[in-house]
């Protein structure tokens, strides 16, 4: 498969943009090699300016659930657009939106729309720390809340990815307020609050189900007791659901675990595909949002237009027949990837959680950063280019998700393992 263009211009790009990309991981940085540049999307399939055509299982790296494209989502945004792309002024569509976040997150009673994961985290972690009149947070090893300076510390993501968990230009003044425990490591937390500094911890801030160390589930009773934790100490749950909101179900992990935090922090589907993010949570701990409170937190383009209609058309597609289906189809590809692994006897691992998983190079179980980190690197970056020369788009990373969509039908699961099945026997 030839990508010649996209050869040339990688080329253009590493002398305007850093590294050639605008987020880390689309660089190919840990796999090697050039990233095809790419023209246009519709349904399962991605297609690059050489023409090559791939199944896509990036996914926008989570948003596009329906598949690229849907027809209904770009109606609305189109119809939407007419009307004109920013007010900076409030709209209908952002009250509708608010009304459908609230109805399927019991534990959100109201919300705040941004434009994106990192500033929900950020700005829920502001509001947070208002409430509780502390200053610390506690956040676990490999989950990733975006590049918000107290929070690159132990991060996972494009950060474990080029092994720079903490980044260089951050004083340590500014991470010194965030302390790490062990992800599915009960223990490592109460070490944390029986320390001088357990009483000023303000909130802990976590993935229920991780995605930025690759998928890890939450062990039974982990996120029980974080729960019983936090409300015993008088410390603010953050649930960070960017990647898991509406991608587990309509509830996201909290109604797949029935655990209510104090505060959820949506994005990705949410948007449609359009830059989005979104906080919410009790209304005593909103309540102190500006201009109601004093925690000051704006956004010229928050609640746009073109995002919420993109939002709205998205939620209202997404079906509990959707998720079976999602889940069933998601369920049908790990296995027949496992299949394939095992009879060229290549040790892997799938973790899955409804339509996202990861491959782990490696037969052992994979629970938290240090046994993601024990995965064969180097076996997944020639897993992936085999696959990526057969027309599957994987994630460019060991340490990433892959995202299922609805446009995934039969065959492209059946090409997808097909592919799989070579690419194991050449390894």
Known sequence: MKRIRSQCLFKEAQRLLP???????????????????????????????DGNKYID??????????GHAHPEIIRAIRESGKRGTSFGAPTTLEVALAKRIIKLYPSIKMVRMVNSGTEAVMSAVRAARAWTGRSMIVKFDGCYHGHADHLLVR??????????????????SFTSATLVARYNDLSSLKKKLLTGKGKMIAAVVVEPVAGNMGVV???????????????KNDIALIFDEVITGFRLGLGGAQGLYGIR????CLGKILGGGLPVGAYGGKKEIMKMIAPLGP????????????????????IDLLTDLLYKKLDSSTEALCNGIKEAARKHAVP?????????????????????????????????????????????????????AWF????????????????CWRAFGSL
């Not at 540049?37 to 300016?49: C, K, L, M, Q, V």
């Not at 299982?57 to 329906?66: A, E, R, T």
């Open 217 to 231: 589930l939450p062990r039974d009773g982990f996120l029980e007791g974080l729960r019983e934790l936090t409300l």
């Open 19 to 49: 590294g050639g990309v605008n987020s880390p991981v689309r660089g190919f940085t840990s796999v090697g090699g050039t990233p095809p540049f790419i023209e246009s999307a519709r349904g399962a399939y991605i297609r690059d300016i």
């Open 261 to 264: 935090p104090d505060m959820t």
């Open 348 to 400: 892997i691992t799938i973790n899955r959680a409804g339509s996202m998983f990861t491959i782990f190079f490696g037969g052992h179980t994979v629970y938290d950063l240090n046994t993601a980190r024990m995965c064969n690197t180097n076996r997944y970056s020639r897993f992936f280019h085999l696959l990526l020369n057969q027309g599957i788009y994987p994630p460019s990373s060991q340490f990433e």
């Open 295 to 314: 925690v000051y937190q704006a956004g010229t383009l928050s609640g746009n237009p073109l995002t919420m209609s993109a939002g709205l058309a998205t």
């Open 155 to 172: 991060a996972g993501s494009g950060a474990i990815t080029l092994g720079i968990p903490d980044s260089k230009g951050v004083p340590r």
């Open 57 to 66: 299982y990036v996914g926008s790296w989570g948003p596009m659930i329906l």
């Open 404 to 419: 299922l969509s609805a446009a995934h039908k039969e065959k492209e699961i059946e090409k997808t393992i097909s592919c």
